[in-house]
């Protein structure tokens, strides 16, 4: 059984619920996890074809359907893929998606809150080769961007990577029109959402001990921002 939520490019699942297991299709992210997947192919390097529990881990925060790892993971085959979300009600239908992998390299999913600790989970610091965020940070209070920043630095070994997808600002200025009306319109929906703007997000990476290392612009204007685990810290 199957359930199709029609949302904008970086909107919430609106009330679509997965308690029994259903699979969850969001429009938006059928639209958009082949563009991510040809840009996670040039910077994954993974060569195995099966996993051990010394392959990369790929730990993906807010999985929403959890679509993007059932997309991505046949592609890694020598990947360990971490689903989690902090809505209880999609666990179901990421638990859909990572049961009927071909490539059986997705964990189940953890109901993770990005705000806390991921020590609060079992995740040990310096132990994630790939941190991947898509369409979060926009839709909940900053407070959410310094945990997902704060756990990377901690949690990311040296020289591994954070990987985001969405809608961003860039010096105070949104572009292009589509983008405005979509940040008043979160806005309008909690005062605290919005489009954040790479600056800041650069200025909190510098605290935590990242680089961003590549911005590439993806369709339906949004990019992908790379971000780097400092060396030696
Ligand atoms: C627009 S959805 C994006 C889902 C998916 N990543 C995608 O691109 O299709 C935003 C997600 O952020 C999650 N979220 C909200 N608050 C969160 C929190 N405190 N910690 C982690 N994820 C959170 C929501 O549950 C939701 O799944």
């Excluded at 997902?148 to 961003?168: H, Q």
Aim: aromatic share 12%; proline share 6%.
């Amino acid at each position: 059984m199957s359930k199709t939520q029609d949302f904008t490019d970086g909107f919430t699942h609106n009330g679509t619920e997965s308690i029994n297991g259903e699979k969850l299709i969001y429009p938006a992210a059928t639209r958009n996890q082949e563009p991510i997947l040809q840009v996670l192919k040039r910077f994954i390097i993974c060569d195995e074809e099966n996993i051990s529990d010394e392959s990369p881990l790929f730990l993906e925060v807010s999985s929403g359907s959890g679509q993007h790892l059932y997309h991505f993971a046949p592609h890694f085959p020598g990947v360990r893929f971490q689903p989690t979300e902090y809505d209880k009600s999609l666990l179901g239908s990421i638990t859909y998606y990572s049961q009927a992998c071909p490539t059986k390299n997705i964990y189940a999913p953890i109901q993770l809150d990005i705000c806390n600790d991921f020590k609060d989970y079992g995740l040990q610091e310096n132990s994630i080769d790939y941190l991947y965020n898509a369409n979060m940070i926009h839709i909940t209070p900053y407070q959410c961007t310094l945990g997902l920043f704060k756990n990377a630095g901690c949690y990311l070994k040296p020289d591994a990577l954070m990987i985001m997808y969405g809608p961003y600002c860039k010096d105070g200025i949104i572009s292009p029109q589509s983008n405005i009306d979509f940040d008043a319109f979160l806005k309008s929906r909690d005062p605290s959402w919005g489009l954040r703007d790479i600056n800041d997000l650069i200025k909190l990476a510098e605290e935590n001990d990242l680089s961003l290392i590549d911005t590439i612009e993806m369709p339906a204007n949004n990019k992908i921002l790379i971000w780097k685990k400092n060396l030696n810290t």
